[in-house]
């Protein structure tokens, strides 16, 4: 009786786990400007963070990140502030059932990040082959988009091909945000990319600028995957 309620502890943990922060943070609307400046610099990082490995060797091809947080290698056009290590944000957890990391590149130091990136590495364990919680979670990430887009304006996910082993990008707006979703393996990549915003401008002129960014975020997501290990 005592090991059924472990492992189903653990499963709710883990699969709750990706579901919670990969809804992303609550937005503050930026500061109205006429067009999409520069988004600003990479923050350092802090040197206290403990990015030990949880003891024992976890099965599954991926076991986590080369570094704390992923490297982004090149400045891709119109986001410099993207660009090198990401900044392990508070929710970053490396746990024996999986690793969860939450990361952001922001504009300057204003506390507002330019992309967020949730890698979760899921690991063989009580509950489960951590490749089939990936497939599992990556399921339900696509139903869900697929119900929150059933509004009026709202463009459904797109799938994309050659991104990982499954990839679906979606388009936020309203938010001035687009999504990107992939799975490799046992992991699952989450990235968000916001842009700059302006009051005045109408529903055509948002989902045009945010969709510009289709191959900015898919390459990205290239860098994301090229560090897991």
Same mark, same amino acid.
């Given at each position: 009786m005592l090991k059924a309620l472990? /492992?189903?502890?653990i499963k709710s943990f883990s699969i709750g786990m990706t579901l919670i922060l990969a809804s992303g943070c609550t937005l503050v609307k930026p500061d109205p400007l006429p067009t999409i400046p520069s988004l600003g610099s990479t923050p350092s990082h802090p040197s206290s963070l403990n990015t030990q490995m949880p003891s024992g060797t976890p099965s599954g091809r991926w076991h986590g990140l080369r570094s704390t947080c992923p490297v982004v290698e090149q400045e891709l056009p119109g986001l410099p502030g993207i660009v090198g290590e990401g900044y392990p944000e508070p929710e970053y957890l490396d746990m024996q059932v999986a690793l969860s990391a939450t990361c952001s590149w922001r504009r300057g130091n204003n506390g507002r990040p330019t992309m967020r990136a949730l890698v979760s590495v899921y690991r063989d364990a009580?509950?489960?082959?951590g490749k089939q919680k990936a497939i599992n979670i990556f399921r339900r990430l696509r139903k869900e988009s697929e119900e929150a887009l059933k509004r009026p304006g709202l463009r459904l996910p797109r799938d994309e091909h050659g991104v990982g082993e499954e990839a679906f990008l979606t388009v936020h707006p309203e938010e001035m945000r687009i999504s990107l979703r992939a799975r490799s393996e046992n992991a699952v990549?989450?990235?968000?990319?916001?842009?700059?915003?302006?009051?005045?401008?109408?529903?055509?002129r948002r989902i045009e600028?945010?969709?510009?960014? /289709?191959?900015?975020?898919?390459?990205?997501?290239g860098d994301v995957l090229d560090d897991l290990r």
């Open positions: 472990c /492992r189903n502890a009580a509950d489960g082959p990549v989450i990235l968000n990319i916001w842009l700059k915003d302006d009051w005045d401008y109408d529903d055509r600028l945010v969709s510009a960014q /289709r191959s900015n975020i898919i390459a990205l997501m």
